[in-house]
């Protein structure tokens, strides 16, 4: 006898944005957001050697934000979510600027904090810091989830990078300025063009459309349950990366 299978929940566009935008503001109370790691980092100054372990790994995972970004747009089938996408895309490259390009930025401050610290030029691609387990595994299987073959678990990834990152950078931001005597006033500020490009307003637009798009893939309750499959697996990667950080920086 053939089971007769259920009939999907269905849910409206509105219905969908409403529990998402819960889904999405609950990542402040996650571990990938609220764990020790930021206590320490914004509390004090680390030595050359700790920043330099923060800075590879932090580095490593941002640098394939586009390569993320990409997988997601290739796994999504909504054309206006992928039309969202793309502009995130877009931003991450620095609008078609090589020199804007975001891992661009961010590698240029994080080499001159770290050659003012020792006194000598530092090329972040040959450092002694080691590649953590939980980075390479961040960013294995964070592509992974953004290669779904199930467009709302890719909608679920892309929902949770976008909305812990914001919190995420103006943690790490405040603790960069504990750095600030290694640079002229001006010159830190004009460094930090990484932070306050997604403080300021990039990452706040990318929080909308990553919602948007997220709503715009649900078409039901069954849909919402691989999107926080996708949105929790990937808050979780997050979080033991931050976490085995912290547990290299201060060992129990």
Aim: aromatic share 10%; glycine share 4%; charged share 25%.
């Amino acid at each position: 006898m053939t089971a007769v299978l259920e009939p999907a929940t269905k849910l409206s566009y509105d219905d969908a944005h409403g529990r998402l935008l819960a889904l999405a503001r609950g990542s402040a109370e996650h571990p990938a957001l609220k764990n020790p790691f930021y206590q320490l980092w914004m509390a004090e100054q680390l030595s050359a050697d700790e920043v330099e372990l923060v800075a590879r790994n932090f580095y490593e995972r941002v640098r394939r934000t586009p390569i993320r970004i990409a997988l997601a747009f290739l796994n999504m089938t909504d054309v206006r979510a992928r039309a969202e996408t793309v502009e995130n895309l877009y931003d991450e490259m620095g609008n078609g600027n090589s020199s804007k390009v975001h891992s661009v930025l961010l590698r240029d401050f994080l080499q001159k904090l770290l050659g003012r610290m020792r006194g000598q030029e530092v090329d972040l691609h040959n450092v002694d810091a080691p590649l953590l387990p939980s980075t390479a595994r961040l960013i294995s299987e964070g592509e992974k989830l953004f290669a779904s073959p199930y467009p709302q678990e890719v909608c679920g990834a892309l929902l949770a990078q976008e909305w812990h990152a914001y919190p995420q950078l103006v943690y790490l931001y405040e603790g960069f300025r504990n750095y600030r005597q290694h640079f002229e006033l001006e010159e830190f500020h004009e460094d930090c063009e990484f932070f306050y490009l997604h403080i300021g307003a990039t990452e706040k637009e990318h929080k909308i459309h990553s919602l948007s798009t997220a709503a715009k893939a649900c078409a039901s309750v069954e849909d919402i349950e691989h999107i926080e499959r996708g949105f929790t697996s990937y808050l979780d990667l997050l979080a033991e990366n931050w976490t085995e950080i912290h547990s290299k920086l201060r060992p129990s």
